[in-house]
C-alpha cells in the first residue's frame, strides 16, 4: 500500500520523532510534504538541512488553516491537541486525518502485538520484546517501538513478512487507528491525559481502539484486576486471556503469580512459566508488566525457558525507577516517565523506606486526591516544583486542612529541586524523580527531563 501515496500532499503536523519519521516517509514515497510545528524556525532551523533534496516545505511558527489547501492529509504527531484549529478545519473538509502509526498499521506485512496502558506500557513492550526476541528463530526478527521511541514506520522496506512487531501505541495513536494489532494487550486504563481526552469515556474509547478492529483470529489480553481494562472483555471477537495476581475460578485462559512461579493455566492444566525473582525491575506494578509479556508469550505458545532468559535480561530502563547513583547513604531515583499521580505512587511503594520526593511539571488535569492521602501516611520530604507546584501544593494543604504533618518545599525549577534535595536529604533517604506532572513546562520529553536530572545529580559535589 506504500505506492499509493505518489504525487499526494500531505501536512505532518509536529516536528518532532513521530513527525520526522513521518515526513521522511512521505517524502521516500514521492508526496510533497508539509512539515508545520508551532517552534520558530530560529529553534528548528537544522530540520531544513535534515531534508534538503526532498520534496518537503515547512510552516513553523504556527499551523495556519491556508496549509490546508490542496492538501490530500493531514497526519499528527503524538500530543498534537485535536482542537487545533488547523485539524478542526481539516476535519469539516472531510480531509483524512492520520498518525504514523495508522500508516504503519496500514502498510506492514509482519505480525504485530500492540501494547497500550495509562501505565507500564514501555516497560512491558520492552519486557515481551525480550521474551518474543529470546524465543523466536534467528532467522525471525523481533522488532520493538512505537511510541517507546522509535517509530517503526522508519524500518516498514525493512521488516519481513516472517517479523515480529512489538509496538507501544498511546492513546494519542491510537485515536486515529484503524487497524487492530494481531495480538492486543490492554495493562490498565486510570485517569491519564483527561487535559487532552477531557472525559474517562473519551480517554477509555480511544484506548479500546485497540481492540475494536480485531476479529475472530485476534487474541486480546487484558488485566483482569484492573476495572478499566476487564470492563472492555464485551469488546473481545477473538481468543482472550487475561492476567493477575490471584488465580482466577473461571475456565479462561489466565495468567497469575502461584508459589513465587509467573504461571499459566488453560483453563485445566496449570504450568509454571517463569520464577517471580527472575524479574530484575523493582515493584509491584512490574510483576504486572512482566505477567503481560508472560500471557503474550503463552498466546504464542513460547517455551518457558525463552521467557524466562527474556524477563531476566530487562534489567533497568532509563527514566524509570532508574537509580542514577548513591551518595554519602543517599540513593538518587530517576522515574521522570512517571507523568500522573497513580505512577508516583506506584514508583513509591517500588522504592519504599523514607522518601525525598520531587513532584511537579505541567498538569494533566488529573486528580490528586488518592496521592495526597499516600503521602499523608508516608511522611516523605516533599519537593515541589514547575508550572503544576501551586496546583499540587494546594491539593496536598487540602488534605492536611492547611497543617502539613511533612515538610513540603516549593521552587520553581528542576535544578532548584535537585538543590534543594541534596541539602534536606539524609543517610538512609532516596531521592525520588517521579513528577506526576508532563514536562511539557520546561522541556521537550520526559526523556530531556530525566537526562537533565541525572546530569544535575551526577554533577553533586
Not at 495508522?102 to 512491558?124: D, H, L, N, R, Y
Not at 532467522?139 to 509496538?167: A, F, T
Not at 484503524?178 to 485517569?191: D, F, H, K, R, Y
Amino acid at each position: 500500500m506504500m505506492d499509493h501515496w505518489q504525487g499526494k500532499h500531505a501536512i505532518v503536523i509536529g516536528a518532532a520523532r513521530q513527525g520526522l519519521a513521518a515526513t521522511r516517509f512521505f517524502a521516500k514515497q514521492g508526496a510533497r510534504v508539509t512539515l508545520t510545528d508551532k517552534l520558530p524556525e530560529s529553534e528548528l532551523g537544522q530540520i531544513r538541512q535534515m531534508f534538503r533534496g526532498l520534496p518537503v516545505d515547512f510552516a513553523f511558527g504556527g499551523h495556519p488553516v491556508e496549509l490546508l489547501d490542496g492538501v490530500d492529509l493531514l497526519c499528527l504527531s503524538g500530543g498534537v491537541p485535536l482542537t487545533l484549529p488547523i485539524v478542526t478545519e481539516a476535519e469539516k473538509r472531510g480531509i483524512p486525518i492520520t498518525n504514523d502509526s495508522q500508516i504503519f498499521m496500514e502498510s506492514v506485512k509482519a505480525k504485530v502485538i500492540g501494547i497500550t496502558g495509562s501505565a507500564g506500557k514501555t516497560t512491558t513492550t520492552m519486557l515481551t520484546g525480550a521474551v518474543a526476541k529470546a524465543a523466536m528463530e534467528p532467522c525471525v526478527k523481533v522488532w520493538v517501538g512505537g511510541n517507546i521511541g522509535m517509530p517503526m514506520i522508519d524500518h516498514l522496506e525493512e521488516i519481513e513478512p516472517e517479523d515480529w512487531v512489538v509496538l507501544e501505541l498511546s492513546s494519542f495513536q491510537l485515536d486515529q487507528m484503524t487497524i487492530s494489532p494481531q495480538i492486543a494487550v490492554i495493562l490498565n486504563i486510570t485517569p491519564n491525559h483527561l487535559d487532552r481526552h477531557k472525559t474517562m469515556q473519551a480517554y477509555t474509547e480511544a484506548k479500546s481502539r485497540i481492540l475494536n478492529f480485531q476479529d475472530e483470529n485476534g487474541i486480546a489480553i487484558l488485566n483482569r484486576e484492573d476495572a478499566g481494562a476487564d470492563g472492555l472483555k464485551n469488546l473481545v471477537k477473538g481468543r482472550l486471556i487475561t492476567f493477575g495476581f490471584t488465580k482466577t475460578d473461571s475456565s479462561e485462559p489466565a495468567v497469575f503469580i502461584q508459589n513465587d512461579f509467573i504461571c499459566f493455566t488453560d483453563g485445566s492444566l496449570v504450568e509454571k512459566l517463569v520464577p517471580v525473582k527472575s524479574l530484575k525491575l523493582p515493584g509491584r506494578h512490574n510483576l504486572v508488566n512482566a505477567m503481560a509479556a508472560c500471557a503474550v508469550g503463552s498466546a504464542l505458545s513460547f517455551d518457558p525457558k525463552a521467557m524466562r532468559e527474556g524477563i531476566e535480561s530487562v534489567t533497568g530502563i532509563p527514566h524509570r525507577l532508574e537509580l542514577v547513583r548513591e551518595k554519602d547513604g543517599i540513593r538518587w531515583y530517576n522515574d521522570s516517565i512517571a507523568t500522573a499521580p497513580e505512577r508516583v505512587m506506584a514508583a513509591m511503594q517500588a522504592i519504599g523506606g523514607p522518601l525525598v520526593l520531587l513532584l511537579g511539571g505541567r498538569d494533566k488535569d488529573l486528580p490528586w486526591d488518592d496521592l495526597a492521602k499516600v503521602l499523608n501516611a508516608a511522611k516523605p520530604k516533599v519537593i515541589l516544583f514547575g508550572e503544576a507546584a501551586e496546583l499540587i501544593q494546594n491539593a496536598l494543604l487540602t488534605h492536611e486542612q492547611g497543617k502539613p504533618t511533612y515538610p513540603i518545599w516549593r521552587v520553581d525549577s528542576l535544578g532548584e529541586a535537585v538543590r534543594q534535595a541534596n541539602e534536606s536529604a539524609i543517610s538512609g533517604e532516596s531521592v525520588l524523580l517521579s513528577p506526576g506532572g508532563t514536562s511539557f513546562d520546561a522541556y521537550k520529553d520526559f526523556e530531556v527531563r530525566g537526562e537533565h536530572f541525572r546530569h544535575l545529580v551526577e554533577e553533586l559535589a
